[in-house]
């Protein structure tokens, strides 16, 4: 049986949808990041990186959501999360994916967490501030040239569906109106109506 570790309102629900979408027999472990559960020995003991999402299989750990959602989609083909067979395509999954990690997830996170690039209480505080641009022009770059529509990658539902939902539901956290995105909100839409992430 797998274990997935996650907390609510982090990017493991990504990899939990992703899971559902699967089939997988999967226990989920949601972690109170109010007590810091995720610096604790044992959680340490399995994501030494004090972050979640990870991912605990018959082979060992994974972690960060990219690898936790590409070892899903081949560890369940039957699935169709990903284009397995085509290796072109695959590649463009995975720098969608690769993406929002690198990119529209931590511009999001400096907004919260500007502790972790910075000690002086100004530099935070203006990070905060200037995050919400950052995480809206990031999400623009995917408005008007990488949602293929009705998913992002065309006609096939893949892994970059569910990651792309997460990051969307912060945008109103942020202030961000989504009107100004309507594809992201049209697949948004379409994303809520799946039992998966209902």
């Given at each position: 049986?797998?274990?997935?570790?996650?907390?609510?309102?982090?990017?493991?629900?990504?990899?939990?949808?992703?899971?559902?979408?699967?089939?997988?027999?999967?226990?989920?472990?949601?972690?109170?990041?109010?007590?810091?559960?995720?610096?604790?020995?044992?959680?340490?003991?399995?994501?030494?990186?004090?972050?979640?999402?990870?991912?605990?299989?018959?082979?060992?750990?994974?972690?960060?959501?990219?690898?936790?959602?590409?070892?899903?989609?081949?560890?369940?083909?039957?699935?169709?999360?990903?284009?397995?067979?085509?290796?072109?395509?695959?590649?463009?999954?995975?720098?969608?994916?690769?993406?929002?990690?690198?990119?529209?997830?931590?511009?999001?996170?400096?907004?919260?967490?500007?502790?972790?690039?910075?000690?002086?209480?100004?530099?935070?505080?203006?990070?905060?501030?200037?995050?919400p641009e950052?995480?809206?022009?990031?999400?623009?770059?995917?408005?008007?040239?990488?949602?293929?529509?009705?998913?992002?990658?065309?006609?096939?539902?893949?892994?970059?569906?569910?990651?792309?939902y997460v990051?969307?539901?912060?945008?109103?956290?942020?202030?961000?109106?989504?009107?100004?995105?309507?594809?992201?909100?049209?697949?948004?839409?379409?994303?809520?109506?799946?039992?998966?992430?209902?």
């Amino acid at each position: 049986m797998l274990k997935l570790f996650t907390a609510t309102g982090t990017i493991g629900l990504a990899c939990e949808i992703t899971l559902e979408e699967a089939g997988a027999d999967v226990d989920v472990v949601r972690m109170n990041f109010a007590e810091n559960a995720q610096r604790q020995p044992d959680y340490l003991a399995i994501n030494p990186k004090s972050r979640v999402p990870a991912l605990v299989c018959d082979q060992g750990i994974i972690t960060e959501a990219p690898a936790i959602l590409g070892y899903v989609a081949q560890a369940f083909p039957e699935a169709g999360l990903a284009p397995l067979d085509d290796a072109f395509a695959m590649a463009q999954l995975q720098a969608f994916n690769s993406y929002l990690c690198s990119w529209v997830h931590p511009a999001a996170a400096h907004r919260y967490r500007g502790y972790r690039w910075a000690d002086d209480p100004a530099a935070i505080k203006d990070m905060a501030r200037k995050a919400p641009e950052v995480f809206a022009a990031a999400m623009g770059v995917i408005e008007t040239s990488y949602l293929r529509g009705p998913w992002v990658m065309g006609p096939s539902y893949t892994t970059c569906d569910p990651y792309l939902y997460v990051l969307t539901t912060w945008l109103p956290r942020d202030g961000i109106d989504m009107g100004q995105f309507p594809k992201i909100s049209e697949h948004f839409a379409r994303m809520s109506e799946r039992e998966a992430v209902k």
